[in-house]
């Protein structure tokens, strides 16, 4: 979980270094900490604990009489060196220790007593109340990035591992799991005692506890125990969530080349965690909301890689472990691409290549629209602005990238090696280098300088023309990303260009690797025939963008023959970008035919950007098939065509109800997002069935109610869906409805009368006092979404009380969002209004010529 300018002159984005940036450095080390042993006592009802903690550190230099630890808002009582008290003194984020003598070089123990009252951070006590009575009674902790000083003293960076031990007193009947296996268990009467000891060194962020009144499942895997905690009542969701971590266990031993190497692997799901999940060695925490029920486990897959990545942190992560955050890309990149090497190993190589896609595309997201950086980094202000796109998905690029080069049998010899070699160490990016040169011989700096080391991928425009007098293949490549005039974005690649040819007895190809190099490039390429389609960067190996401009007939064919689900896709963009009603039947024909159920869903998507009537026909055509992912697609398409034969197919779905929560919160979302130009007379009808869903249809983490208020906060001029959305904003609302409810008051503002904003801007600032992380993501969000100058006050308020890092730069970005929209607001809204009524007409005038063109080419 350097100090360069990110190419803020060349594009819009704003930069990743904020006001208070600074380069970090890990700490001088006064000596290497063997153990930590911590010893507990939790009092659940008042939020508070006793503790004490012995600290067994080996000076590594003479004459050490003062030492330093991270230690915020904890009350220390006493300092103690064998059993003599030591001077010691305390602020607010360190503890200052003041021995008698200096120490040997030899190693000692500091036993530090203190005490914790409601803390803010590292460890978390969840209790029901007034407005969740049932939320059960839980503890747990979160130590990523440096929160673990706030629940106990310790050198708090990365740089440190040792051995740890957990000893916790708790009431009956809640247990503790924590790291390592457990030694002890004692039986104090109305209490007891639970006493973990992880015996393989680790970083402090990894140490864990988590108390609860667990139902505590058995599995296994050739004797090692696999262990899944979760609330009582939900045992067959966690067998149905968690369930294949054994022959994942055995994927990753082979794939890493290392066994796994702790003494167990449990999985407890908490209540209100703030992450999907944390990788603590041998003892991952994950959110409770991962657990799926039956009907959500149809299409959601989303568990299962988090479970995969979780998983995979226990080799990258926990038993090579990062010598600073900047390099926190090493495990988090491998966790990541964990998921997609799982989906190839379960579900084939397309499912893999689709999954790689779409971790391209998150990053791709992040790039465009907040801000570019390097992967390795370490300028920032909190190490946890570092948990990005660009650390987890773009490094997941960066993997496949060294796999796709140096190919599968050297990218398993090189990773078996780095983690051979480095068990049990702290590493840096260098040392992944090192360890591909070795096992390898290839020298990949340079993809490294390019990638990783600076911000920023290629963006490729490819041009195809056939010129059959000479039998040449005219290819003309531009990177876009650079300018005429500075070469300093230029990527410098090999790229494979295969050339396929389609005959009676299959599919032939050649492939040209063009090396690239120059902002414009054209290679004329001697063929023997003409070519039926061409595959630019062929297999998809290089993170990229890709706009194809190749005739109608080969992209036809590459929508059709192309061996790569990726490929088709690219097909499918360009075919929409060209658009008329050939392009329409043709996708229609593939959304019914094509075999890969990605690619179909890609299809629907692109139908919806071309400006024809006839494509709500044909995305109608397509509800017939039952693939839950490509009807979620269509429903969502159906939403942008805005016909009365659209609109009566979403309204129909939502009254039938459909197998998917996802696909059925899609229809709900769907009728709000479709009432513009002549549907606007639908609107009543459409909040009286979305207040009908929102009554009726609660289900498995409140997806489809979600998707009902979601399509509310279209209705941006009607007060009656701003106050159905306000209804779901208060207390006791199930949490994952009132989140999507804050989140859509943004939205939905932006059409209300003064009073109406007034309401909203009220409710946020109340629920913008709230302390629960996910509560303020989603004020900041809505408040994101505004056109007020008071939302800038109230963001303002949030980054400047929030303890959280994350949030406070939420919030400044989403300052400068809302800044930027400001000014000529009623400008925009007409012209806005005027756009949407111009694209009606124009799609009406171009359905009807399309039809007149078809008619009077028939014979």
């Known amino acids: 979980m350097s100090f360069l300018t990110f190419d803020t002159e060349q594009n819009q984005r704003r930069p990743f270094e904020l006001p208070g940036a600074r380069p970090h450095y890990n700490p001088d080390r006064p000596g290497q900490v063997q153990h930590i042993g911590l010893d507990l006592k939790l009092d659940l009802e008042n939020k508070c604990f ?64 203190y005490q914790v009252k409601n803390p803010r951070r590292g460890l978390y006590f969840i209790q029901p109340d007034g407005h969740y009575p049932d939320k059960p009674v839980q503890v747990w902790t979160q130590g990523e990035d440096e929160d673990s000083r706030y629940w106990f003293p310790c050198f708090d960076y990365p740089g440190q591992l040792a051995t740890s031990e957990i000893r916790v007193e708790v009431p009956k009947p809640y247990q503790a799991v924590a790291n390592g296996v457990l030694v002890e268990q004692l039986d104090l009467g109305e209490r007891q005692v639970f006493h973990w000891t992880q015996r393989e060194i680790h970083p402090t962020y990894l140490m864990t506890l988590a108390v609860g009144d667990f139902a505590v499942l058995e599995d296994h895997y050739q004797g090692l125990p696999v262990i899944y905690y979760v609330e009582k009542g939900r045992e067959a969701d966690a067998w149905r969530s968690m369930g294949k971590t054994p022959r994942m266990i055995a994927f990753f031993n082979q794939a890493f080349g290392y066994p796994y190497p702790y003494p167990k692997y449990a999985q407890a799901c908490v209540v209100d965690f703030i992450f999907g999940g944390m990788e603590n060695t041998s003892t991952t925490l994950l959110t409770d909301r991962c657990l799926l029920d039956e009907r959500a486990a149809l299409d959601n897959r989303n568990t299962e890689s988090l479970v995969a990545h979780e998983l995979a942190h226990q080799w990258f992560g926990d038993l090579v472990v990062i010598k600073h955050w900047s390099h926190a890309w090493l495990k988090e990149g ?111 700096l340079w993809l490294f300088d390019q990638y990783v080391f600076r911000g920023g991928h290629p963006d490729f425009k490819v041009e195809y023309a056939w010129e059959a007098e000479n039998h040449w293949a005219k290819l003309s490549i531009t990177q876009t990303q650079a300018k005429t005039d500075d070469n300093s974005s230029l990527f410098d690649l090999k790229i494979p260009v295969a050339f396929h040819f389609l005959g009676d007895h299959g599919r032939e190809s050649k492939v040209i690797t063009l090396h690239l190099k120059e902002r414009e490039q054209t290679f004329y390429l001697p063929l023997e025939r003409k070519p039926d389609f061409i595959s630019f960067d062929q297999g998809n190996h290089f993170l990229k963008t890709v706009e194809l401009d190749y005739p109608l007939a080969e992209l036809k064919a590459q929508l059709v023959h192309a061996p790569d689900p990726i490929a088709r896709i690219q097909a499918a963009t360009a075919l929409a970008q060209k658009g008329g009603l050939e392009v329409v039947e043709l996708l229609g024909k593939r959304l019914l035919e094509e075999p890969f159920w990605g690619v179909r869903l890609e299809i629907a998507e692109q139908l919806a950007t071309i400006n024809l009537d006839q494509v709500g026909t044909v995305l109608v055509a397509g509800l017939a098939q039952d693939h839950p992912k490509v009807r979620k697609a269509i429903l969502n398409s159906l939403s942008q065509v805005k016909t009365p034969a659209a609109y009566g197919a979403l309204k129909t779905c939502l009254e039938q109800g459909e197998a998917s929560y996802y696909a059925e919160a899609a229809t709900a979302t769907g009728l709000g997002n479709i009432l513009a130009g002549t549907l606007k007379d639908k609107e009543t009808e459409v909040i009286a069935l979305l207040k009908t869903v929102l009554e009726t249809r609660g289900g498995w983490n409140e997806v489809v109610r979600s998707g009902a208020i979601a399509g509310l906060s279209a209705l941006k001029t009607s007060a009656t869906a701003a106050d159905l959305i306000l209804a779901y904003t208060a207390l006791g609302v199930p949490q994952p409805l009132r989140l999507a409810a804050i989140r859509a008051l943004g939205p939905v503002s932006t059409g209300q009368s003064p009073q109406k904003l007034a309401d909203i801007l009220d409710r946020l600032t109340g629920i913008a006092q709230e302390d629960f992380f996910l509560t303020q993501v989603s004020v900041t969000s809505a408040l994101g979404n505004m056109e007020t100058p008071k939302a800038v006050t109230i963001l303002q308020s949030l980054a400047q009380q929030t303890p959280d890092g994350r949030v406070r730069r939420l919030a400044e970005e989403a300052v400068a969002k809302v800044q930027g929209k400001l000014g000529s607001t009623e400008k925009l809204q007409a012209l806005q209004d005027s756009l949407e009524q111009i694209q009606q007409e124009n799609q009406e005038l171009k359905s009807r010529l399309a039809k007149l063109e078809t008619q009077l080419a028939k014979p």
């Open 334 to 444: 491998m966790a990541s691409y964990a998921e997609v090497l799982w989906t190839e190993q379960e579900y084939g190589p397309e499912e893999a290549a689709y999954y790689l896609l779409g971790e391209a595309r998150s990053y791709l997201e992040e790039d465009r629209s907040r801000y570019r950086r390097p992967i390795v980094t370490h300028v920032y202000r909190e190490a946890i602005e570092l948990y990005d796109r660009h650390l987890y998905e773009k490094g997941a690029c960066v993997y496949h990238m060294i796999r796709s080069i140096l190919g599968e049998a050297l990218f398993q010899k090189a990773i078996h090696h780095f983690v051979q070699q480095n068990a049990h160490k702290t590493v840096e990016t260098i040392d992944l280098l090192r360890a591909i040169e070795q096992t390898t011989g290839f020298n990949l």
């Open 50 to 113: 006793e503790g004490i903690c012995r600290i067994t550190l080996l000076p590594i230099r003479p004459g050490l009489q003062q030492l330093s630890l991270d230690a915020v808002d904890l009350t220390v009582q006493a300092v103690l060196l064998g059993t003599l008290s030591q001077a010691f003194e305390q602020t607010s984020e360190t503890l200052t220790i003041h021995l008698d003598e200096a120490l040997a070089l030899v190693p000692v123990t500091l036993e530090i007593h």
